[in-house]
T-cell receptor, first 113, second 111 residues
Framework: NAGVTQTPKFRILKIGQSMTLQCAQDMNHNYMYWYRQDPGMGLKLIYYSVGAGITDKGEVPNGYNVSRSTTEDFPLRLELAAPSQTSVYFC????????????FGDGTRLSIL | EDQVTQSPEALRLQEGESSSLNCSYTVSGLRGLFWYRQDPGKGPEFLFTLYSAGEEKEKERLKATLTKKESFLHITAPKPEDSATYLCAVQVRAYGQNFVFGPGTRLSVLP
């Protein structure tokens, strides 16, 4: 009963490095999302996907990229890491449709030094 | 602009001391209001969905209610294990950038 699995749980990057945050779900959900959570702020949407091969920008997409080649996986790529990208990143998934709640992974805590 | 606010920012209760958390929203369209619980170092965990004004949902010591402008999460006789951050989110459209989250209320229940 895995749900949404995120790896790694923690990571420290140097400015200018790149990395990929992994997200996988086993609930056959159509929709997947990437959020960042900063202290005192609500979750901010980075990118989302409504199905394999379909992705679109959210509220704060600059500095990130995504792909969705399968229903299960939705990796988030950080290119040229900057200190402003220090945050906790959450992946979520949901069924399509009104009133369907999102199911979240346990997050990746990322520090850019 | 769609907006969700929550109050108070933090709340400290004694065990057994009932209280309420508030979620106020100003959105273009409401397709659902969601409450989540978030423990330290974990992702948000879904609690309730409310769809229309007047609706109520209950789970153990928690009861969520909804009006046209706000939702309340009532906590009756809380226990220390109820300590967590409670997030409110509003679904404003069927797909796309469809959820707007509030900043959360950090609840501490002291024994």
């Amino acid at each position: 009963n895995a749900g949404v699995t995120q790896t790694p749980k923690f990571r420290i990057l140097k400015i200018g490095q790149s990395m990929t945050l992994q997200c996988a779900q086993d609930m056959n959900h159509n929709y997947m999302y990437w959020y960042r959570q900063d202290p005192g702020m609500g979750l901010k949407l980075i990118y989302y996907s409504v199905g394999a091969g379909i992705t679109d920008k959210g509220e704060v997409p600059n500095g990130y990229n995504v792909s969705r080649s399968t229903t299960e996986d939705f990796p988030l790529r950080l290119e040229l890491a900057a200190p402003s990208q220090t945050s906790v990143y959450f992946c979520a998934s949901s069924y399509r449709g009104q009133g369907q709640p999102q199911h979240f992974g346990d997050g990746t805590r990322l520090s850019i030094l | 602009e769609d907006q969700v606010t929550q109050s108070p920012e933090a709340l400290r209760l004694q065990e057994g001391e009932s209280s309420s958390l508030n979620c106020s929203y100003t959105v273009s369209g409401l397709r659902g209001l969601f409450w989540y619980r978030q423990d330290p170092g974990k992702g948000p965990e879904f609690l309730f969905t409310l769809y229309s004004a007047g609706e109520e949902k209950e789970k153990e010591r928690l009861k969520a209610t909804l009006t046209k402008k706000e939702s309340f999460l009532h906590i009756t006789a809380p226990k220390p294990e109820d300590s967590a951050t409670y997030l409110c989110a509003v679904q404003v459209r069927a797909y796309g950038q469809n959820f707007v989250f509030g900043p959360g209320t950090r609840l501490s229940v002291l024994p």
